[in-house]
């Protein structure tokens, strides 16, 4: 069974522009969320959805935008990007539901690396 | 100011010594989770815990919600286990640790 996959797996942007990262989970899990990980640090929690609705949103500018689709999948959005965007941005999926339901282990993509020029 | 703490931040052993990393955390939780990272940076789950005490082959994960404190055992290490380990709290969100790296030499 295929895991959480996650396109692209490395993109060059330069200041300014807009990139979309695509998340897909595992076949039967319905939640989806995305982190932020810049280099030397612990993951920042960016978005979680369930059943295609924002069930959570960390601390980040609205330049930062998530959607997940019928089939589950999901894209992050980013506007705008500055160097300091520059990261790491993992996804996870899980079966369970909102972050108070301890149910649903987490199972995590090999990430998209992005660099900001 | 981080809301979930890990010691040490860097730990090198050598092959075959007992591990422990300690993860504090300072709010009530639905659960906590253990994860492993290796240097390509995907990450594996290791434990998601809400009390007690938890084994998967030569790694423990044991908790303690009074004292909102956490541990992740590695008996008889071994060089493959060598990776970022990080703690992560899970309430209305889910709240990273920082990380510990963990080196061991054969």
């Known amino acids: 069974d295929a895991g959480v996959t996650q396109s692209p797996t490395h993109l060059i942007k330069t200041r300014g522009q807009h990139v979309t990262l695509r998340c897909s989970p595992i076949?039967?899990?319905?939640?989806v969320s995305w982190y932020q990980q810049v280099l030397g640090q612990g993951p920042q929690f960016i978005f979680q959805y369930y059943e295609k609705e924002e069930r959570g949103r960390g601390n980040f500018p609205d330049r930062f935008s998530a959607r997940q689709f019928p089939n589950y999948s999901s894209e992050l959005n980013v506007n705008a990007l500055l160097l300091g965007d520059s990261a790491l941005y993992l996804c996870?999926?899980?079966?369970?539901?909102?972050?108070?339901?301890?149910?649903?282990?987490?199972?995590f993509g090999e990430g998209s690396r992005l660099t900001v020029l | 100011k981080n809301e979930v703490e890990q010691s040490p931040q860097n730990l090198t052993a050598q092959e075959g010594e007992f591990i422990t990393i300690n993860c504090s955390y300072s709010?009530?939780?639905?659960?906590l989770h253990w994860l492993q990272q290796h240097p390509g940076g995907g990450i594996v789950s290791l434990f998601m815990?809400?009390?007690g005490k938890k084994k998967h082959g030569r790694l423990i994960a044991t908790i303690n919600i009074q004292e909102k404190h956490s541990s992740l055992h590695i008996t008889a290490s071994h060089p493959r286990d060598s990776a970022v380990y990080i703690c992560?709290?899970?309430?209305?969100?889910?709240?990273f640790g920082t990380g510990t790296r963990l080196t061991i030499i054969p």
């Open positions: 076949s039967g899990h319905k939640s």
């Open positions: 815990l809400s009390s």
């Open positions: 992560a709290e899970r309430n209305e969100k889910l709240t």
């Open positions: 709010v009530g939780i639905s659960a």
């Open positions: 996870a999926s899980s079966p369970g539901g909102g972050w108070l339901s301890n149910t649903g282990e987490l199972f």
